[in-house]
């Protein structure tokens, strides 16, 4: 863990804290309280989205992946990035490594990722906009005008670096990291690595030229952002505090579009609160209400996400074996075809 990332997560935490001590613990606790065991059947709903975000992956590879393995490996990013300290980068990471596990090619995995994570970042810029629009529809104008212009700032901010990323990505982004490194580090030879980047990029463009499924991966991201909605109002109606299906669509888009504007953070801890607080007055929802929402999720988030962490480290520790096998069977065979 680097230093912007213990920083990050530090503050994070520190306004955690804060904002619970700020709204009374006791009160937050006993409200989350409320929901009991209807926590699981939260957790086990967010199986829904989970799965159709491993189809928006699924579909780029859809010769060499199934949808079960691409499930897996959406289920091991998710834990990644939400529950440990590596940004929003550990989480696709961890999902490259899962599919070259399965057998794919790691360059076909990279590329498969980037693009699909792309489009579920541009899909959560859709889903943050038809939030606003909803919210623009049914607040005062007074409430509307005082989140408006912040809201539509911090979604231009996010769209204009989501499209240099894209631009990056047309132009060679993986080919053109790896030069710089190698400019950087000339002590090594990173021809094979650079190679390999090349590669990958030329994927990427291959799969941005097959726009069916481009749309088709947009669409389905889309489709789980908004099916995300039902969380939140499955997680009120628990604790209590019931809402409307277009109160939990405000909350649910517009918290989404500031956690995400806060992919620095690790888990955005302490943003996701202070979010949901500010976007409770807008739906009457008491604070303590909003905590507990958002603890909520957080406790879905360990419920799935603690036990992906721990497939997560058997599937390494059995390839790395696998590998370490592999490895010593083909050196003696080497040495034995050997010449004398």
Request: hydrophobic share 55%; with cysteine.
């Amino acid at each position: 863990m680097n230093r912007t990332a213990i920083v990050s997560l530090t503050l994070g935490f520190a306004l955690f804290v804060a904002l619970l001590i700020w709204q009374g613990t006791g009160s937050v606790m006993s409200t989350l309280a409320a929901a009991g065991w209807g926590l699981l059947p939260i957790a086990a709903f967010h199986l829904v989205p989970l799965v159709l975000d491993a189809a928006a992956i699924q579909v780029f590879v859809s010769k060499s992946c199934t949808l079960g393995r691409a499930t897996l490996t959406r289920w091991v990013g998710e834990s990644v990035n939400s529950l440990l300290p590596a940004g929003q980068i550990g989480g696709p990471i961890a999902m490259v490594r899962q599919m070259k596990q399965r057998g794919m090619a790691g360059r076909e995995a990279a590329a498969a990722i980037t693009v699909s994570t792309t489009l579920q970042a541009v899909a959560q810029i859709v889903f943050a906009l038809l939030g606003l629009a909803v919210f623009g529809i049914s607040a005062t104008q007074s409430t509307s005008d005082s989140l408006w212009l912040p809201m539509l700032l911090a979604t231009a901010l996010v769209s204009a670096l989501l499209y240099a990323f894209y631009v990056a990505q047309r132009r060679g982004l993986f080919g053109w990291a790896f030069r710089m490194l190698s400019k950087m580090s000339s002590k090594r030879d990173w021809s094979s690595l650079l190679d390999r980047a090349d590669a990958v990029d030329e994927i990427v463009q291959r799969m941005y030229g097959h726009r069916r499924q481009v749309l088709a991966s947009f669409l389905l991201s889309l489709v789980g952002w908004i099916v995300g909605t039902v969380e939140v109002w499955l997680i009120l109606q628990f604790i209590g505090h019931p809402v409307s299906w277009v109160d939990a669509l405000l909350l649910e888009s517009l918290g989404q579009a500031i956690r995400g504007a806060a992919f620095f953070v690790p888990g955005s801890l302490g943003v996701q609160e202070g979010g949901y607080l500010l976007l409770a007055p807008l739906v009457g929802l008491p604070a303590d209400a909003a905590l507990a929402l958002s603890l909520a999720k957080r406790t879905r988030e360990l419920l799935l996400g603690v036990p992906g962490l721990v497939y997560l480290h058997f599937s390494e520790r059995g390839w790395r074996r696998q590998r370490a096998a592999q490895q010593s069977v083909s050196l003696p065979a080497a040495t034995d075809t050997a010449p004398l």
